[in-house]
């Protein structure tokens, strides 16, 4: 089965700097997509950035961008010129192939920001 | 364009009590899933459906039941309510012809089982 870990529960960052998110998973199947997931105390899910397993360049929204290893399956997201409505739980997702496929949710990363 | 929406957004039952979450969508996308999200933890699929009329397990799906009687509904249901099934209920929909493989959420709907 497939598993994706964040291993860190909480981060914290000032205002304006740069802090990444760590994310592996572990599957056996070579068609896969990673996600990551914002989650602010609102509860809506939004999707921050997505990567598909097949592209080697690593994908970027605007101050959201992400470190794709696809050997070492890792997948870290990295926020730059963090903003206070960057504050959030974030979720690392994955999900396998074409299809209804379910998604795969890791623990979650609260991050702070300091202002 | 409302996206997915859920009704209710927070409900209390009493052990043993029943209820049905309803969710819609109004993107015509043909997939749509429910998953719960219980304290410190990520989303967990209970059920999920391909389309009109069909419904799927999920990896939790025991205790509740589903139905997708239309394309743009897909309805959450649990027939006698446990204290373990306190959580938050998201429901998501995809559409498969994207090819970008995304589920766009709900707003969520909190659920307390006492």
């Known amino acids: 089965a497939q598993t994706v870990t964040q291993s860190q529960p909480e981060m914290s960052v000032q205002e304006a700097e740069t802090v990444t998110l760590s994310c592996t998973y572990d599957?056996?199947?070579?068609?896969?997509?990673l996600f990551w997931y914002k989650q602010p105390p609102s509860r809506q899910m939004i999707l921050v950035i997505r990567?598909?397993?097949?592209?080697?360049q690593n994908a970027t929204e605007n101050r959201f961008s992400v470190n794709f290893q696809k050997a070492a399956k890792s997948f870290s997201l990295k926020i730059s010129d963090s903003q206070l409505g960057d504050a959030a739980m974030y979720f690392c997702a994955y999900r396998r192939g074409a299809g209804a496929q379910k998604l795969v949710f890791g623990q979650g990363t609260r991050l702070t920001i300091n202002p | 364009n409302a996206g997915v929406t859920q009704t209710p957004k927070f409900r209390v039952l009493k052990t043993g009590q029943s209820m049905t979450l309803l969710c819609a969508q109004d993107m015509n996308h043909e997939y749509m899933y429910w998953y719960r999200q219980d304290p410190g933890m990520g989303l967990r699929l209970i059920h999920y459906s391909v389309g009109e009329g069909t419904t799927a397990k999920g990896e939790v799906p025991d205790g509740y039941n589903v139905s997708r009687l239309k394309k743009q509904n897909f309805l959450l249901g649990l027939e006698s309510a446990a204290p373990s099934q306190t959580s938050v209920y998201f429901c998501?929909?995809?559409?498969?012809?994207?090819?970008?493989?995304?589920?766009?959420f709900g707003p969520g709907t909190r659920l307390t089982v006492t």
């Open positions: 599957t056996s199947e070579s068609d896969y997509y």
């Open positions: 998501a929909s995809s559409y498969p012809g994207t090819g970008k493989h995304e589920q766009y």
């Open positions: 990567q598909e397993a097949y592209k080697q």
